[in-house]
């Protein structure tokens, strides 16, 4: 069997988890259940990254330790991923024992063979993101990367030696041009960072103690990216006793990261890896944010919106279509109360749902809910909906295979659209008071056929919506496989359900759009 081994970012336990954490998850999860519909065996790999200044700012904020605040959020994030139903393998969290010691011992080998030494820093510090800037790279004097106050400060500091190995980088780079995906921060990476010339990095801090303690020099703890970096190999086992797994999933296929955070992901690790002669991940994938009307999400702007009340309320296949959707390939999205409102009474009532509701009512009032069998002689309008159902499989799986979710998910409700269409294109109800009851009956096949497909093909981001859309058409469990989309042919005698049930009731526009206006925060 073909392996997969794909991750999420570790996430930092600095507060609740916002529809943007919930996006990343949600696509890795969409990403797992394609992969093994397609055969694949998939390890999926997400976490908490728990150390760091701001972290203990937060729990002493909240008269807790650190610890304590971690653990809690903790149980709070499992419970998010539960009510998603994130089918993750493992959840590492950076203090957690097995991670901790490796980590002590990749610093302590890097340090034994050259690639760490002792030096002292002085740059821009921006407290939130826990990193260094030169006087050149700060936007306005403030950080480039959040807009915030920087603070200028010096101390102490081991530093890797990241120009060692830059060159080899780049000709990575050169030969494996499918790295970093998309292509754009690909070279946004090599022109303004590699090409250019990598500096040294600091890779320790004595200002704070909540981390990994230096194992030779414990006043230093390791500085939070190299700790957190390391988790997609210390959760497989690395330099532990049992490190089957590490054997049987590295190198990862697909590191799934926020645009955020590519440059860490991007040039940093993969040095890491080269340090530790271990191979490098086969793919990086930046998905863009998700944005609000007015900026990003913050807590001050109030604009926060969390998962739980909308799954609550619109339901766990609706919320994911939405983000998935809304997300286009490597770029950003906007998250809005009439935007979400919109696509679940149009895309979700009108065209999915109304089309199932519209078949499985003529075939009962024509045929008592039979469908014999691929018909014998189609006309050249059903010929043209199986040629054109037959594309758009073949383009959500060049999608898919490609990480373009959203786009995947347009072609899907192309097909739904198409369908749709061709119900009015051929007015079944006409037919059957003229009394072409062949015609009638190819028409009933055909729109069966597609519905059969389009559940299996939104089946890996709406698992609810795709069961109920095969029970109600009665679709036998081989067609109802992936590999079963390559068939148009094979529907025999079905008998559809009698009471067909609404797959997504019609909300009402303004109660609703007020309705999620309050759940933000
Ligand atoms: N702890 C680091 C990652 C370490 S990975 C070895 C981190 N954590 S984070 O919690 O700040 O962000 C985690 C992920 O969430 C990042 O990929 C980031 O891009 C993503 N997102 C945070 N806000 C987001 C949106 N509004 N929209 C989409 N993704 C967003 O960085």
């Not at 340090?275 to 702007?301: C, E």
């Not at 609706?318 to 997300?327: D, P, Q």
């Not at 009962?364 to 199986?386: H, I, Q, T």
Request: with cysteine.
């Amino acid at each position: 069997m073909p392996k997969f081994y794909l991750t999420t970012p570790i996430y930092y336990p600095s507060g609740k988890f916002h529809i943007g954490t919930a996006y990343t998850t949600a696509l890795a999860d969409t990403i797992k259940k394609y992969k093994q519909l397609r055969g694949y065996e998939v390890y999926f790999l997400t976490g908490m990254d728990e150390h760091g200044q701001k972290i203990q700012q937060v729990a002493e904020k909240a008269g807790k330790t650190p610890q304590q605040h971690v653990d809690e959020m903790a149980e709070g994030a499992k419970k998010l991923w539960e009510l998603m139903e994130i089918d993750y393998d493992d959840f590492i969290r950076t203090t957690e024992t097995r991670h901790e010691k490796a980590v002590e011992e990749i610093f302590d080998r890097l340090m034994e063979q050259g690639d760490i030494y002792l030096s002292e820093y002085e740059g821009w510090y921006c407290m939130p993101c826990e990193t260094y800037f030169t006087e050149t790279q700060l936007v306005d004097g403030k950080c480039p990367d959040c807009g915030r106050e920087v603070k200028k400060m010096k101390e102490e500091s081991y530093f890797f030696n990241m120009k060692k190995y830059a060159d080899r980088l780049i000709k990575f780079y050169e030969e494996n041009p499918n790295f970093i995906l998309p292509e754009s921060r690909k070279n946004e990476l090599f022109n303004n960072f590699l090409k250019p010339g990598l500096e040294d990095l600091c890779v320790s801090r004595t200002s704070f103690d909540w981390g990994v303690k230096v194992r030779k020099d414990p006043k230093h703890v390791v500085y939070v990216w190299l700790d957190a970096l390391t988790n997609y190999i210390t959760a497989l086992g690395y330099l532990s006793e049992d490190d089957t797994l590490m054997q049987k999933y590295w190198p990862a296929d697909l590191h799934l990261v926020g645009k955020d955070i590519i440059r860490f992901h991007g040039i940093y690790w993969p040095i890491f890896l080269m340090a530790l002669n271990l191979p490098l991940p086969k793919q990086i994938y930046a998905h863009g944010f998700i944005m609000m009307k007015d900026g990003k999400m913050s807590k001050s702007k109030g604009n926060v919106i969390y998962p739980e009340p909308l799954i609550e309320r619109y339901g766990l296949d609706a919320f994911k279509y939405f983000i998935l959707r809304e997300m286009s390939y490597g770029q950003d999205g906007t998250f809005t109360p009439e935007g979400f409102v919109e696509r679940f009474n149009f895309d979700l009532c009108n065209d999915l749902g109304n089309l199932l509701n519209r078949t499985i009512g003529m075939i009962n009032k024509y045929f008592n809910g039979k469908v014999e069998n691929y018909p014998n002689n189609c006309s050249n309008l059903d010929k043209e909906v199986e040629n054109f159902s037959n594309g758009i499989i073949h383009q959500v799986e060049e999608d898919l295979d490609t990480y373009h979710i959203s786009n995947a998910i347009s072609e899907t409700w192309s097909l739904i659209s198409r369908t749709n269409k061709y119900i009015d294109e051929t007015a079944p109800w006409v037919l059957y008071k003229e009394e072409k009851l062949d015609e009638l009956k190819s028409v009933m096949y055909h729109l069966v056929e597609n519905l059969r497909r389009i559940a299996i093909l939104i089946a890996p981001y709406m698992k609810y919506t795709s069961k109920k859309i095969l029970e109600q058409l009665s679709i036998p469990e081989n067609l109802q496989t992936w590999d079963s989309l390559s068939s148009y042919k094979e529907i025999k005698n079905l008998k559809v359900t009698e009471k067909p049930e609404v797959l997504f009731a019609r909300l009402e526009a303004d109660i609703e759009i007020e309705n999620i206006k309050n759940m933000m925060k």
